[in-house]
Each structure stands twice: as structure tokens, then as C-alpha cells.
């Protein structure tokens, strides 16, 4: 069963409960009604790998490639399949900076909300080259 812990607990020994986070087990704290959860990044990778990067591949008739993702209304052309792979991630990348910047907004936007496990993924990977490599593709309509 989740245990919360009253977030005033811990007192002045956080690293006692980051230390938990980090070598036991998440954690999960309440304050004045609002819940916490505290891990760290090697769990949060793992809750993470789930998400996946999907998009469409479509040849254009200059012989380009188009990719359009699935999760983000994101899509980028190139000249070949590793070009517009690039350009994609780097997309990624830079929508997922753009999104942390002003998550109050963005994260409260009803047609942006599930676009947050994507975007943390992309600011857990922060590598473009290895976003790109996880993007998977799909043949796309024409």
C-alpha cells in the first residue's frame, strides 16, 4: 500500500527521504492537500521507457522524406529518412524546453496535457541524436 508521509516530517533530514527516493523506493509526501512524489532519474527513466516516439514516414515526389509525429503535432522533411529524423528530434527536444519554460501554461492546457510524459522523456534523454534513434516509424498515408 502507498504510504504519504506529511511533507513536514522530514523536517531539516531531507537527504534521509532522498536517500530513500534514491535507494529504496519512491516516495510520497502531503502537504496542505497537495501530493508529492519524489524519485529519482533512473526510476523516472524506467516509468518513462513506456512512452514511445511514433511517426509517420511518407516519401514526397522530390524524393524527400516526411516525417510526422503521432504524440506532438510535430513534422519535419528531409532530404532522406535520417535528415528528417534528425530535424524531428531536435523538434522534440526544442518543444519539450519550450513546454518545461512555461509548464504553468502548458501543462494546464487541456489539448497539451497528455503531451507531458512525452515531453519529460525528451528532458530525461536531453540528447537529440538518442531521441532520434528511439523514434519508431510507420508507414504514413501519401
Not at 82 to 95: D, G, H, N, V
Request: charge should be negative; include cysteine; proline fraction near 4%.
Amino acid at each position: 500500500m502507498m504510504e504519504f508521509t506529511n511533507i513536514t516530517e522530514p523536517g531539516r533530514d531531507w537527504s534521509t527521504a532522498v536517500d530513500a527516493a534514491a535507494r529504496s523506493k519512491p516516495q510520497f509526501f502531503k502537504r496542505n492537500g497537495d501530493d508529492f512524489f519524489l524519485a529519482d532519474f533512473r526510476f523516472m527513466e524506467e516509468l518513462l521507457n513506456v512512452c514511445s516516439y511514433t511517426a509517420d514516414y511518407m516519401e514526397e515526389e522530390d524524393g524527400s522524406v516526411t516525417l510526422a509525429l503521432h504524440e506532438i503535432d510535430l513534422v519535419e522533411n528531409g532530404k532522406d529518412e535520417a535528415e528528417a529524423r534528425s530535424k524531428l528530434a531536435s523538434s522534440i527536444l526544442e518543444y519539450a524546453e519550450d513546454f518545461y519554460a512555461d509548464f504553468t501554461y502548458w501543462g494546464s492546457a487541456p489539448n497539451r496535457k497528455s503531451h507531458i510524459p512525452y515531453v519529460f522523456k525528451a528532458l530525461f534523454i536531453l540528447d537529440a541524436q538518442k531521441i532520434g534513434e528511439s523514434i519508431r516509424c510507420q508507414a504514413g498515408k501519401p
